[in-house]
């Protein structure tokens, strides 16, 4: 991160990728594939027109459409989410469902559909181990489904604690630990004693300088000792723990604001993605995409952050979803209201 701190960056696009008929709710790269994981870098994308694309990159170097999962759901696909292992997909739609795909000598087939929310499912997301997967909607519930053999999914526990529609779920990179945030400007905490016993353990909210509008994404640093929120409300704050990997009921830190980057957008912020090398990306209904770093020389009263880069309409529309590889350090992916999603490369610009 140091080398592009000190030097002048440039967000350099390397292909639009189109094919999707509507605009591109989501994206998710598979961490089992690229870079030292092997193989050719996989990327997921869901969108309105019900499908979702599996996109591959080939030996050129460029993206290519490798399967349309479709006729499954009848509704838009909201989210989308690769099991650590790389070796399943859980998407989740309108219709009120989640259809887990697993990859079967190049096919991907739906091998489970999970049901039970009322109404539109907007966000899923495996943990760590690849044992749970949580699912959250507009009927205001938070679902943890335990993953059984035979692709079964056993749903433990339904968490009701939000007061509006669930933007997302997303669980903590190392601790089973599921993190919620909504339209209600919280974001929840949920950590349990056993598989099946889950409690809301903290809500960060307006009064622990939390935000005032709908939170739409949480993301978490490499360490876990820090999260990203991104709102309405057109902030985005961090939060940090001091024992990221003490999470428990019994034993639950709780997280605290640190500081709120302020005064870069002007429209809402869709989407937050924190890089494995500490830069944060941001994705928002004006267009473009900015990048930020911590400012490591000016941490008087906490840590600051400064804007690394603004890439001016970055799409023709809202930036809905954008996400860094994990295997490869400066690639990251967005998704748009206009229908495509763009590959992207972070490099120097030079002099």
Not at 279 to 303: H, Q, W
């Amino acid at each position: 991160m140091a080398d592009f701190l000190e030097e002048n960056v440039g967000l350099r696009e390397i292909q639009k990728l189109e094919g999707h008929t509507d605009r591109v709710w989501s994206l998710a790269w598979n961490p089992a594939s690229g870079g030292a994981a092997g193989g050719p870098a996989v990327l997921a994308s869901c969108s309105g027109d019900k499908t979702v694309r599996i996109w591959e990159q080939s030996p050129s170097g460029s993206f290519e459409c490798r399967a349309i999962l479709e006729e499954t759901h009848t509704r838009t696909v909201r989210s989308c989410a690769w099991s650590p292992s790389g070796k399943m997909l859980a998407t989740a739609s309108f219709d009120a469902t989640t259809a887990i795909w697993e990859n079967i000598g190049g096919d991907y087939e739906c091998v489970s559909t999970l049901e039970g929310h009322e109404n539109e499912v907007k966000s899923v997301s495996w943990n760590a181990s690849g044992s749970l997967l949580a699912t959250c909607g507009r009927d205001k519930s938070v679902w943890i489904w335990e993953v059984e053999p035979e692709n079964e999914f056993d749903c433990v526990s339904v968490l009701q604690g939000h007061t509006q529609d669930v933007k997302m779920v997303q669980w903590h990179p190392s601790v089973d630990v599921l993190f919620s945030c909504s339209y209600d400007n919280t974001v929840k905490i949920w950590a349990g004693d056993g598989v099946d016993d889950w409690h809301c353990v903290q809500t960060l909210n307006e009064s622990q300088n939390g935000h005032t509008s709908t939170v739409w994404a949480v993301s978490f640093n490499a360490s876990g000792d820090k999260m990203v929120t991104c709102s309405d409300d057109v902030t985005i704050k961090i939060w940090g723990t001091d024992s990221p990997h003490v999470q428990s009921c019994d034993a639950y830190v709780p997280w605290k604001h640190l500081c709120t980057i302020s005064g870069y957008h002007d429209r809402t912020i869709f989407s937050v993605h924190w890089s494995r090398n500490g830069i944060i990306a941001s994705g928002a209904a004006d267009d473009a995409i900015r990048l930020f770093a911590e400012n490591k020389s000016c941490e008087l009263d906490g840590p600051m952050y400064k804007l690394l880069l603004k890439k001016e309409k970055a799409h023709e529309m809202d930036v809905n979803s954008i996400q860094w590889s994990p295997t490869r350090n400066q690639l990251i992916a967005s998704a748009s209201d206009d229908g495509t999603v763009k590959i992207w490369a972070l490099e120097s610009k030079p002099w």
